[in-house]
């Protein structure tokens, strides 16, 4: 076994690693970019090297930086993690050339999976069922028609190199198909400098369904059972779970041999996963093979009871497979979920920003078992690469956790995954907690009737508006805000910041309030009168008592007969209220303070979403007119220009042209009039 290896990666994935480096007493070595000094991954390994720039390119791409670290530090091996180089057959060649171990399949192994077309030659060679296709040399467009004809439509052109979901094309009709091939072959040729494409039957609500397989240096090959990855977005995938429902013993058998077949037909040693789409009951066609670790790893770790990093160690030191394929015993179910900072309303963008609150459910970080406990699953398990006070930045993927339930059964996964996604708070970038909340939820999901179409065919049903505990939730946010500007639940205060009146030895006041995600504003009516508190909001009057609990962030009221303890979280004047599994924000509109910032005649400028700036079109002291363009900022693909919401003098411009900003960060500052 290795006593030290570098992990070539960051995030979640790294810490992964270190873990089990940790647990085996492996020494682990980090490497880390300018936007990663103080981040998750350098604290969890031993030790770590500065490789460079923030963007990937300057970074965790350049894989002389990364041997020379090796070398530098004396690491034996090297882990590529998932993503960045962990398919890059030059950096798997340049790694033996240097005499370190690459913790992955040999460079024959990923050469020959990284062309599709290829890749299904090697397939059918090997009797591994494909889907109905045409996957030869010959590229010439009078033939491809014909084989499009011959297979029936819809048919699906692929680019041979693609990855990622792109040069992908759906040809519904035989006089769709010229124009759809050059638009795929441009595609090809400009995202992955290679025209080849291949066509292949399209098939309709199918299955994404994989296998993981493991195979060692003396020519071991086992499979690891199988998960469903059908639930994507954009093709990519968000909620994982293993075993994959609904398949019978003998099928689970046959896929799991068909990846045996697949991976010994490329003489692969490591972990890798065998990808098939699936129709009907029992229809299984090889769609491709990843040769790495998957981020859904875990699911199979926590059916199988074993650690799928350390099994990668061992075989890449030259020890034989730790098991036999009848050794290998499946227990209960397990599902994954991919937290991420995005916003699922516009379309899944990327969201970024300062986690300023990060509370994740009850359960073991990184753990297949629970501790101390030999053979037992954990029930809860949070893989994650970033703590509170953490940015995530735009740099690289925005994934915030990956949350792992397990249970005895699909159902008891499920219900433990529900409440385990109600514990996550996250204040600073959008996140789509809620939404993988709705899918969990939603029937079928939790029915287990999955295909890939299942998030767009439910779109309407997953996006539609829910009804979240408003007047529980504003009695949190109150008794937070009553807390904070001096009162208590029982004493008499100085209500410095607020207005209120009094009135025979009882009091009023007006707490004005606006609802942040649909920004409508409203005021509640908070009244003491002797030993009476009452709050009232849209003309319903209900009596109110409060009080802060003992962790941090903790509060519990009544309101009326209903009684609620939740978690707030106040940053500035917006009002995070985590209580029945719901999240909600207000923010308080401090008249006074406005009042003050009027007087001041100040106009904050921020930017309306993480991105690029541009363009900046004025400088101190530029006189303004309502609407001039001040700055514009790109951010996906996008331009958006800000404008001056009055008229003013320019005081101070905060960035300038190739500035990264954050959702939210003022970017200039206007003396109004
Ligand atoms: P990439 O390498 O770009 O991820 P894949 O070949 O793995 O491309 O396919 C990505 C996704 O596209 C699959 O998970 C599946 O949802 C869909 N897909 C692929 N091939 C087919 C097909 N023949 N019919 C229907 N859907 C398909």
Known sequence: M???????????????????????GIASVGVYSDADANAKHVAACDEAVHIGGATAAESYLRFERIIAAARATGAQAVHPGYGFLSENEDFAQACAAAGIAFIGPPVEAIAAMGSKAAAKALMHAAAVPLVPGYHGDDQDAKLLLREADAIGYPVLLKASAGGGGKGMRVVERSEDFAAALASCKREAASSFGNDRVLIEKYLTRPRHVEVQVFADQQGGTVYLFDRDCSVQRRHQKVLEEAPAPGLTAELRRAMGEAAVAAARAVNYVGAGTVEFIMTGASNFYFMEMNTRLQVEHPVTEMVTGLDLVEWQLRVASGEPLPLTQTQLKLEGHAIEARIYAEHPARGFLPSTGTLKHLRMPEGVEFTVGSPGVPGSRAAVRIDSGVREGDTITPF?????AKLIVHGATRAEALARMSRALRACEVVGPYTNVEFLQRIVNSEPFSSGDLDTGLIERHHAALFAPVKKPFREAVALACAALLTREGGTAHGASPWDALSHWRLNGGYTQTLAWRDVE???????????????????????????????????HEFGATIGDSHVTGRVFVDGDVFHVFCLGEALAFEWQNLLAHAADAEHGEGRLTAPMPGKVIAVLVEPGTVVEKGTPLIVMEAMKMEHTIGAPAAGTVSEVLYSVGDQVADGAQLLVLDVG
């Not at 290795?2 to 085996?24: D, H, M, P, Q, S």
């Not at 690289?396 to 915030?400: A, C, F, T, V």
């Open 2 to 24: 290795f006593n030290k290896i570098l992990i070539a990666n960051r995030g979640e994935i790294a810490c992964r690693v270190a873990a089990t480096c940790k647990r085996l």
């Open 396 to 400: 690289y993927d925005p994934m915030i």
């Open 518 to 552: 649909d920004e409508s504003a409203f005021a509640v009516t908070f009244a003491r009168d002797g030993g009476v508190q009452t709050l009232e909001h849209d003309s319903q009057r209900d009596g109110f008592t409060w009080w802060s609990g003992t962790g941090a």
